[in-house]
């Protein structure tokens, strides 16, 4: 890891990095946590599809859209493998694609309004929460902060990057 890589990491609070996917996914999430548009395209690789992604809140808007895409980039997600849903959906016409699905929610509103919850969004965060249907099925849903708030709280970018994360974690072990 370079020199500049380091000093950014420990300036978001990361002391130990550690990454399962090909080093030059370390310069994507650099960029990806910064908001700058990142001109290097990633390589499509065959993989089978790990499950849906289900994005909760506001779509992002400005310099919030490019660390959003920039977030779609470093998870590696095709177009296929996430959406965006409104927190004001009605959730039990919700369809299963069929594979498994996480939901994420921006904004500890949109995790109280989709999950029922009512603790704010610092006791809602580094949890599994769930997201019922009305389906007799349950949607994991990890709560993070807003993308806005996240641009303008640099100490949050660290805490989003675990939150998406552990969204994958829960994922992958679906």
Same mark, same amino acid.
């Given at each position: 890891?370079?020199?500049?890589?380091?000093?950014?990491?420990?300036?978001?609070?990361?002391?130990?990095?550690?990454?399962?996917?090909?080093?030059?996914?370390?310069?994507?999430?650099?960029?990806?946590?910064?908001?700058?548009?990142?001109?290097?395209?990633?390589?499509?690789?065959?993989?089978?599809?790990?499950?849906?992604?289900?994005?909760?809140?506001?779509? @992002?808007?400005?310099?919030?859209?490019? !660390?959003? %895409?920039? $977030?779609? /980039?470093?998870?590696?997600? &095709?177009?296929?493998?996430?959406?965006?849903?409104?927190?004001?959906?009605?959730?039990?016409?919700?369809?299963?694609?069929?594979?498994?699905?996480?939901?994420?929610?921006?904004?500890?509103?949109?995790?109280?309004?989709?999950?029922?919850?009512?603790?704010?969004?610092?006791?809602?965060?580094?949890?599994?929460?769930?997201?019922?249907?009305?389906?007799?099925?349950?949607? @994991?849903?990890?709560?993070?902060?807003? !993308?806005? %708030?996240? $641009?303008? /709280?640099?100490?949050?970018? &660290?805490?989003?990057?675990?939150?998406?994360?552990?969204?994958?974690?829960?994922?992958?072990?679906?």
């Amino acid at each position: 890891m370079s020199n500049t890589h380091s000093s950014f990491l420990k300036e978001m609070g990361i002391t130990e990095w550690t990454s399962r996917d090909a080093i030059s996914a370390q310069a994507e999430v650099s960029s990806a946590v910064t908001s700058e548009p990142n001109t290097q395209e990633k390589q499509a690789s065959p993989r089978a599809s790990n499950g849906i992604w289900w994005f909760f809140g506001n779509e @992002p808007q400005g310099d919030a859209q490019i !660390l959003f %895409q920039n $977030l779609i /980039r470093v998870l590696g997600l &095709a177009t296929n493998e996430w959406s965006w849903k409104s927190p004001s959906t009605n959730l039990g016409q919700l369809e299963n694609p069929g594979l498994p699905v996480v939901a994420l929610a921006f904004g500890g509103p949109v995790a109280q309004k989709i999950t029922g919850e009512r603790d704010p969004l610092p006791q809602l965060r580094e949890t599994i929460l769930a997201l019922n249907t009305g389906n007799d099925e349950e949607i @994991p849903v990890i709560a993070s902060f807003e !993308l806005n %708030q996240v $641009l303008t /709280r640099p100490q949050e970018k &660290a805490l989003l990057w675990q939150d998406l994360l552990m969204a994958r974690s829960v994922l992958q072990n679906s």
